[in-house]
């Protein structure tokens, strides 16, 4: 048979060039699990992806890569490669992974992507600087935050007590006080909990975090959403909810307009304007266009209400499971407060259990197990591993949470580890709920001090019990939205005779 020279040269040449691709794009990065062409590991998260990820850490050790579909990740599976990437090498690490789903969201009528949550570079930087300076002066922090969060922990409490200790779930109750803060912080209103505009913002919170939590698929092969059936119609209805936002962010933003003359700013919004104001250079101008505006406060709304009402609803929930805990809780707080005044955050340094307790729960419940998806912003070496440009990066918190090296019994819900043998709090840096690093959470002394005056003052005023005919799902138990919430549940809450 005569040999086809040109057709195998042609072959082997493709081949040889095919190889030395895989070979450049591939070489000395870290070891990991294979998957499947074109789809990479994804279809082996299965239905409990926090076991998957546990499992993985056993076999790989303290980092190692898959293939997201077709973008390469990196997972950081212990406190040591986190601290590595995020801090040791800050810059580099702080890039943030692009999606087609993410990118959607936050892009503008230019085609270009927007928002803190997003950006990256000076931009980044210059965003980041401004909300933070700016919350601080609304008050994140000192005391005019803490009698916005004391009212709408009181409104929370009067909604509970109607539930008259009959069996109720608390999600929408919490989720109405928690997103009233940021409603206030940003565009300076509250809302009646059965305020019809409100109850459709919340929703529309809920369908956007349940659909984040999907779409997975999309992030490489954005054409699925065009697949007749399950596919198609859920980004169909998110896309319709995504419109609606923007519209109500948008005419919040033109009434906040015609009001502002330039005065001491109320929120959020009139902190920008001021800023839009000043004459600035023409990349601090570009920061401050309405396009940023609207996509920060609709950033803040979502990172800030989902994340922290579902700690609050865990918070709950390990409260019925662990009677002689919240009993604890309790007596310490009767102990440390004159009877009939609220729980403030001067009374934290009092309550050291109470704080244990809250950070417990953050350790157990992992609220966001693999944070916020990063990206390396150029290549790299990573204890030893080849990092190429631009990979997704994926920190495993979960790993750390449970990681029997820092954590004595790491999966027993016990709240003293956060005390020292004198009984004062203390916190070891390897707790990182809401990450590390030059890009950790923007929002994390509010939610910290949410969490804490809205969960002390429930305790204060109320016993929380199981009901025999609604049983508790169990603590290991969850939900993956965009965020890792218990099964729903229902509570009794009964006034305390104190
Ligand atoms: C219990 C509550 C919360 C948890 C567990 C949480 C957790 C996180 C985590 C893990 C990240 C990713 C950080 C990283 O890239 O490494 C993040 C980012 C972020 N969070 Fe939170 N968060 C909470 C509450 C809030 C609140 C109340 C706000 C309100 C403004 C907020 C706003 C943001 C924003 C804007 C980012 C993006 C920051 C950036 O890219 O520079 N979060 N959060």
């Known amino acids: 048979m005569d040999l086809d020279w040109s057709f195998l040269t042609s072959f082997g040449l493709m081949l040889f060039i095919a190889v030395g691709y895989y070979w450049k794009k591939h070489h000395g990065i870290p070891d990991g699990p294979r998957g499947l062409p074109f789809l990479g590991f994804a279809p082996f998260f299965g239905p409990n992806p926090q076991d998957t990820f546990l499992a993985l850490k056993q076999k790989y050790g303290k980092l190692f890569s898959m293939y997201m579909g077709r973008q390469l990740t990196i997972v950081l599976n212990d406190y040591e490669a986190i601290k590595a990437a995020y801090v040791g090498q800050a810059d580099i690490f702080t890039g943030r992974a692009k999606g087609f789903v993410f990118e959607f969201i936050t892009r503008g009528e230019d085609g270009e992507t927007h928002g803190l949550g997003m950006l990256e570079g000076e931009r980044w930087k210059n965003t980041r600087r401004f909300m933070l300076s700016t919350f601080r002066d609304l008050g994140m922090g000192k005391a005019r935050i803490q009698d916005r969060i004391l009212l709408e922990a009181e409104c929370l409490n009067e909604t509970i007590a109607q539930s008259n200790g009959e069996p109720y779930d608390p999600f929408s109750a919490l989720s109405a006080a928690v997103a009233n803060v940021i409603c206030t912080l940003c565009w300076g209103r509250r809302y009646d909990a059965s305020d019809k505009v409100f109850q459709q913002i919340l929703v529309n919170n809920g369908v956007v975090a349940e659909y984040l939590a999907q779409a997975g698929p999309l992030l490489s092969y954005p054409v699925l959403r065009f697949v007749p059936g399950k596919l198609k119609q859920g980004w169909e209805r998110f896309v319709e909810v995504i419109r609606s936002t923007k519209a109500f962010q948008k005419a919040i933003i033109e009434e906040h307009k015609k009001e502002y003359q330039g005065d001491e700013p109320r929120d959020y919004i009139d902190a920008f304007f001021k800023q839009q104001r000043k004459v600035g250079t023409e990349e601090e101008n570009r920061i401050f266009r309405d396009i940023e505006l609207e996509t920060n406060i609709r950033g803040f709304f979502g990172a800030g209400t989902e994340t922290t009402t579902v700690t609050l609803y865990w918070a709950m929930l390990y409260m019925a499971h662990y009677s002689d805990i919240q009993k604890k809780i309790q007596r310490e707080i009767d102990g440390a407060l004159d009877a009939g005044r609220s729980v403030t955050v001067e009374d934290r340094a009092n309550l050291p259990y109470m704080e244990a307790v809250c950070r417990e729960i953050q350790r157990c419940a992992n609220v966001t197990p693999f944070g916020v998806l990063r990206a390396n912003t150029e290549e790299t070496t ?74 002390a003052n429930v305790l204060q005023r109320f016993d929380i019990y199981p009901d025999a005919s609604f049983p508790l799902p169990s603590v290991d138990s969850y939900t993956t939205s965009i965020s890792c919430r218990p099964l729903p549940y229902k509570v009794r809450f009964c006034p305390r005779n104190q």
């Open 382 to 455: 990573l204890m030893g591993y080849r990092i190429p440009k631009r990979c997704f990066i994926m920190p495993n918190f979960l790993a750390v949470n449970r990681d029997p090296k820092l954590w004595e019994e790491p999966n027993e819900f016990r709240p003293e580890r956060f005390l020292d043998k004198s009984g004062k709090l203390f916190e070891p840096p390897y707790f990182m709920p809401f990450s590390i690093g030059k890009r950790a959470c923007v929002g994390e002394s509010l939610a910290r001090m949410e969490i804490f005056l809205m969960f």
